[in-house]
């Protein structure tokens, strides 16, 4: 390709807004500009944000009545783009996304420049609607969930992230053929790995490590939240970040006089997407639109997983980078991430993968050649990969079509029928427990088959401690365990494990 059609990152920058008191904070299109002003900057100033052909923005929830920030960004950076985007939702495959599309618009000769860039003030806006409502804190992210009309899965509590990704987790640790004990294991392995290189990154939000140990074992401040997920293993939104990339031509970033060992190459990508709705998944142990994102990604560049330096693996929660490692062959003992995972380095909504970036630019200027970056978003929804590397890759040829979803309906099981009535006997095909403030079960949700091959849901009460106990033991594997469905006077239905109806007749009788 010739050098005007060649994509590659200029400038990246990151800012963490940490005000005393985080009510004083900035708002999303603050973050934003200011994280354009630093890699503006890192790209040796001059006039890039003016001069902006593109401008892509990834959604963002903290401050919604701010509407579209595409207008207001630009006149901010005084600039007049061509395009100007913001994402329809803040879904974590977003910041790449973005990026696929600028690299395809140099690719194409439609631009010479655009800035790709988002970000949350979930610290800020939580701070100020808790002090509204008079309470201590106020979760935003499940409040806007929980003001969508309830569909059958949301009746039965899968609402948010956090409610319905343990089902990949515990369906998936069955499938690897671990226990509890061994499945927690390897969570705790991975994040603390995540910790040690958060606490080396003066991006990240929290710069602490955290032993495998205490990551995994509950406490006051590490409460669970949704089996067997604590709150050391998941995404931290309570943050204040933003961060922006700078991608131009190579023809471009040479005429401005940007030295050779600070470009960084931007390689082919590849997208596939699960079903919006959860309980229309082919099944659970496995997602075959993550598959192909990561084999094609790195087949399009000419690469084996060997040849990949170092990844970022989306880690919203222990199951995808579980998951996407496994695709790849990569090791526990090497970090899965540059940044620090969204628990360390922090979970800004749909807008992690932008740090990602910016942390790998930093790496690959120093280290090593190729880096992987996959995204993940929604419900273990959307897949997003793509390469970066310090030198061009021959195979890199844009614009391409990253849209590989047809490559991953030809590989997906067939997807079960959902009986939303049934009752009868059933076998568990995954579950969660959902659990309090104070730790304690508050009740769970199971995911069933029947023996017609339906799938259907079924709640655990709070009450009912004996089946809460079975499933929170981890030993036996409940996974495949038989129990029957009954019909709630609630309306809903509910799991009965066999043993405890047979004891129900027993004393009735």
Known sequence: MKPEHIPVIVGVGQFNDRPEDPAEGRDSLGLMEEALRVAERDAGGGSWLSGLDSIGIVDQISFKALGNLTGPLAERIGASPRFAEQTALPSGTS???LLNIAANRIGAGEIRSAAICGGEALRTAARRAAAAAGTASHNVVRTRLEANKPGYAQRYGLVAPIDVYPLYENAARSRYGQDLAAGQ?????????????????????????????EIVTPTA????????????????????????????????????????ERLVFVGLGAAAREDDQPIRRDRFDR????????????????????????????????????????VLGWPVARPATVFGGLTFGGGPIG????????????????????GLLFANGGFATHNHSIVLSSRAITAATFPQDFNYQAEAEALRDPVPAVDEDYTGPAT??????????????????IVARTPGGYRTLAGVHAGDRAVLDLLLSGAPEVIGHAGTIERHADGGQIWRELAAVEQDRVVSA
């Open 95 to 97: 910041p790449i996304e």
């Open 185 to 213: 294991e390897e969570t705790g392995e991975i994040w603390a790995r995540f910790s040690e290189v958060a606490a080396a990154n003066e991006g990240a939000w929290i710069r602490r490590n955290r032993s495998a140990e």
């Open 221 to 260: 401040d590490n409460r669970p939240l949704a089996f067997p997920y604590t709150k050391l293993m998941v995404a931290n939104s309570s943050v204040n970040q933003g961060a922006a990339f700078i991608v131009t031509s190579l023809a471009e970033a040479r005429a401005r006089g940007i030295p050779e």
């Open 287 to 326: 997602s075959v639109s993550m598959y192909v994102s990561l084999v094609r990604a790195l087949s399009l560049n000419g690469l084996a997983a060997r040849d990949i330096d170092m990844v970022e693996l989306y880690s919203c929660f222990p199951c995808v980078p579980k998951m996407a490692r496994r």
């Open 351 to 370: 807008n992690y993968m932008s740090h990602a970036v910016v942390s790998m630019v930093e790496r690959l200027r120093h280290e090593g050649r190729y």
């Open 428 to 445: 568990i095909e995954t579950y969660t427990v959902f659990h309090a403030r104070d730790g304690e079960p508050s009740g769970g949700v």
